[in-house]
């Protein structure tokens, strides 16, 4: 079998969305003998240094990302009016 590389995962930081811990994802990573795996959660980066840090500890790569979402036109201000 291939070796498999979850990139996309949210922790209980990206609110509503998820609950998995940054702990419980380090241990997934490491019970299944993956050699890295992935935070992407929602618009904010609080779990990374802890992720960062768990991650290492154990022998897993950690790769960092955001999930984020950007406007095309418009400002921020602009939530609810048709631009």
Known sequence: ???YIHLHNHSHY????AISTI???????VENKMKAV????????????DFYK????????PVIGCEVYVAQSGS???KGKNS
Not at 14 to 17: G, I, N, T
Not at 41 to 48: E, I, P, R, S
Request: charged share 25%.
């Open 14 to 17: 990206s609110l509503l969305d």
């Open 76 to 78: 921020r201000f602009d």
């Open 38 to 49: 992935a935070l992407t959660d929602h618009g904010v980066m609080y779990g990374v240094m």
């Open 54 to 61: 768990k991650a290492k500890s154990r022998g897993i790569k």
């Open 23 to 29: 702990n419980g994802l380090v241990d997934a990573a």
């Open 1 to 3: 079998m291939s070796e």
